[in-house]
């Protein structure tokens, strides 16, 4: 019995800290990519076009101009789009006077730019982002059930295995 928890104890810290770093990394690298290029669509929407059409790996995303008076223009929709003016304004009005952030009522991030009074703003859509990570945590757990009775019945073999020896001598 204590061989068995002791086994089972190690492998459930091991399997937990293998998928806990394979999981932020995983994150880490996602939502790197996706500001890297919410930051290129504000710096330089061309080069942010190209990438995108390419196919490198993006959000679908807007860039909008916000003049001083707070009109919103749609610059370019990359597989993103806003159809209310209201909302775009809306959003807008909430990224003011940060360069970076989420939204998360809305599933969005954003990149922001000021120069000359005018404000470029480039949102992405991060819901893809996030519903691929909420499979990724939901196969970790399957994979991790489905090991940890793996290793039960092998520790259990394993035991009685072990303790066959002695038992006969006895």
Not at 68 to 76: D, P, S
Request: proline fraction near 4%; hydrophobic fraction near 50%.
């Amino acid at each position: 019995g204590r061989f068995v928890c002791i086994t089972m104890s190690i492998v459930l810290v091991m399997l937990c800290a293998m998928f806990a770093t394979v999981y932020a990394l995983t994150w880490k690298n996602v939502e790197t990519r996706s500001i890297e290029f919410l930051r290129t669509a504000v710096e330089n929407p061309d080069r942010a076009e190209r990438w995108a059409e390419r196919g490198a790996p993006h959000p679908p995303y807007l860039l909008l101009e916000v003049d001083e008076a707070g009109e919103v223009e749609v610059l370019f929709s990359g597989g993103l789009s806003v159809e209310d003016p209201e909302e775009l304004r809306d959003l807008a009005v909430r990224t003011v006077g940060k360069a970076e952030g989420i939204l998360s009522e809305e599933h969005l991030r954003f990149s922001s730019r000021r120069s000359s009074g005018t404000r470029w703003l480039a949102l992405g859509d991060i819901s893809g982002e996030q519903w691929a990570m909420e499979g990724m945590f939901q196969n970790f757990v399957l994979i991790a059930l489905l090991s940890l009775g793996a290793f039960f019945l092998i520790s259990i073999l394993l035991a009685r295995w072990a303790v066959r020896p002695v038992e006969m001598a006895w």
